[in-house]
């Protein structure tokens, strides 16, 4: 079709997307309006949940052992 994404395959399956120049600079324009400046990993790790590991029982306590490493 005219005007439409036209998707490619290899052996099967999609591989590559050709559109227009036009909707790839649009889509260029957008990516580039919503991205956000990347994350250090100290703020990517400060939102994970936090186990309070005195609280946890039995089977749920986390038994944190080290393993052996051979050098």
């Given at each position: 079709m005219?005007?439409?994404?036209?998707?490619?395959?290899?052996?099967?399956?999609?591989?590559?997307?050709?559109l227009?120049?036009?909707?790839?600079?649009?889509?260029?324009?957008?990516?580039?309006?919503?991205?956000?400046?990347?994350l250090s990993f100290?703020?990517?790790?400060?939102?994970i949940?936090?186990?309070?590991?005195?609280q946890?029982?039995?089977?749920e306590r986390?038994?944190?052992?080290?393993?052996?490493?051979?050098?």
């Amino acid at each position: 079709m005219l005007g439409m994404p036209q998707h490619v395959t290899r052996s099967g399956k999609r591989a590559v997307v050709v559109l227009s120049e036009q909707d790839f600079e649009a889509l260029q324009r957008s990516a580039a309006a919503g991205a956000a400046a990347p994350l250090s990993f100290v703020d990517h790790l400060l939102p994970i949940p936090k186990a309070d590991i005195d609280q946890l029982e039995g089977e749920e306590r986390l038994n944190m052992q080290p393993r052996e490493v051979n050098f």
